[in-house]
């Protein structure tokens, strides 16, 4: 059974740094592109980053400059970085995985809950 979790969420304060962490089981995902994803109360949910197998990152404009998304393939697991934080950060982050460089995504963490407040 694939899974993915997700740790690390927490209240933290504006201008505070927190680092996610997803580790996956069930399979390999050496080859996988791995994302996070966040999705504020009441908002849809958006990609935050995405890293591909061979290292590239992709970030939304937001958190550029602030936020790192990395990988260690050895571990199965991929984190986020978090940096700045300001109070737009609030959300449910959760972690994805597809086996396709485009596309859907193939599975899906619960997510971690984020709160920052002043």
């Known amino acids: 059974q694939v899974q993915l979790v997700e740790s690390g969420g927490g209240l933290v304060e504006t201008g505070d740094s927190l680092r996610l962490s997803c580790v996956a089981s069930g399979r390999t995902f050496n080859t996988y592109t791995m994302a996070w994803f966040r999705q504020p109360s009441g908002k849809e949910r958006e990609i935050v980053a995405r890293?591909?197998?061979?290292?590239?990152?992709y970030y939304t404009d937001s958190v550029k400059g602030r936020f790192i998304i990395s990988r260690d393939n050895a571990k199965n697991a991929v984190y986020l970085q978090m940096n700045s934080l300001k109070l737009e950060t609030t959300a449910v982050y959760s972690c994805?995985?597809?086996?396709?460089?485009?596309?859907?995504?193939?599975?899906w963490g619960q997510g971690t809950q984020v709160t920052v407040s002043t």
């Open positions: 890293i591909t197998w061979s290292g590239a990152t």
């Open positions: 994805a995985a597809r086996a396709r460089p485009n596309g859907a995504y193939d599975y």
